[in-house]
């Protein structure tokens, strides 16, 4: 947990609380194109509070969003309002935000503790100031038994942290990060998402992208789809996974007699297809993909079969996009 430094009297929660009368971020029917190019159109969208995943597959608009949202592009029609201010007349509000772009240089010369400091530093904070922040923030994602080795020396999931801890150190309201898991091994991987997910348990509001699916669900179960400029779907991830069961899921089961198997498969009645990929694949067909899991343990050791792999070989993000535009990408 980060200790709250600036709000006397009151615990971190209720010093993040956003306004409930205004979101944090507003997408007003906004549009933006370079030339002929459409990166994106006419999203409308309100966001406050908590860990909310924006998905979309590379060239979705997922960093035009983010770009707009930190003015560093203008939208060409429509408004985007950031606690209730457009910050093209007014940049007050980005002071309250943190921002970690995809991609950016780190200064590896420097330790963590002193690229923090200096930029603690262009916060107006003193010297003691800073060196208390750079500790907290980098304490708080995990750092801080490393906050004096050199950046250059870290692995590509400590630089991220690092990029997390300095969007950090301004106490924001509103954390924006762009694919902060990216090319990120499984440990730090999990070390990321428990920072996002305590970020937004303390009540502020953190907008995550990313192009995989299982990552955002592990976060959280705000989601926002986007395709081509467009916001296709938004919802929890349970409202969304309902949506889909529209559509038939396939799931391969791997075994030593498939045919034994689907034999004994037969009896789920939520099963609406079989067929056999080779010797030791089995593909089922259904719109039920929960009650066939739920129903599958039992039927397997009935059957006793030896099942060397259970894989639903659709629940990609690409694939749920075929299926939300009708195949259509």
């Known amino acids: 947990m980060i200790p709250d430094v600036s709000q006397e009297g009151k615990s971190t929660a209720e010093a993040w609380k956003p306004s409930e009368n205004t979101p944090v971020i507003m997408f007003d029917r906004v549009s933006k194109s370079y030339g002929r190019i459409n990166a994106l159109g006419g999203v409308s969208l309100g966001i406050s509070g908590g860990v909310t995943g924006i998905l979309g597959m590379n060239g979705a608009g997922k960093s035009t969003l983010f770009k707009l949202m930190m003015g560093k592009v203008k ?5 985007v309002r950031l606690f209730g201010a457009d910050p093209w007349k007014n940049p007050a509000p980005y002071s309250r935000i943190g921002f970690v772009p995809e991609h950016e240089k780190l200064h590896d010369w420097m330790t ?5 400091t200096t930029f603690s530093r262009l916060h107006g904070m003193t010297k003691k100031e800073a ?15 490393v906050l004096h080795k050199k950046i250059g020396q870290f692995s590509k999931g400590m630089r991220q942290r690092v990029k997390i801890a300095h969007a950090l150190v301004n106490n924001p309201e ?6 902060p898991l990216q090319g990120c091994d499984p440990l730090a991987r999990t070390t990321i998402m428990n920072v996002i997910k305590e970020l937004g348990a303390m009540g502020r509001t953190v907008l995550v992208s990313s192009h995989i699916l299982n990552e955002i669900e592990r976060i959280t179960e705000q989601i926002v789809i986007l395709h081509r400029g467009r916001i296709l779907a938004l919802g929890n991830s349970h409202a969304i996974r309902e949506m889909l069961d529209q559509h038939p899921h396939k799931i391969m089961i791997n075994c030593e007699n498939p045919r034994e198997l689907a034999k004994e498969l037969m009896q789920i009645e939520q099963v609406t297809g079989m ?3 080779d010797s030791e694949s089995l593909l089922i067909e259904t719109k039920h993909l929960g009650e066939v899991h739920k129903q599958l343990p039992e039927i397997i050791i009935k059957s006793k079969q030896k099942v060397t792999g259970i894989d639903n070989i659709d629940d990609d993000l690409e694939s749920i996009l075929k299926y939300l535009t009708g195949g259509i990408l």
């Open 174 to 179: 509103l954390i924006v990060l762009d694919e």
């Open 275 to 277: 067929s056999f990929v």
């Open 131 to 145: 060196e208390i922040e750079a500790k907290r923030v980098l304490e708080f994602v995990s750092l801080g038994d």
């Open 75 to 79: 939208p060409s029609s429509g408004a």
């Open 112 to 116: 963590a503790f002193e690229f923090i």
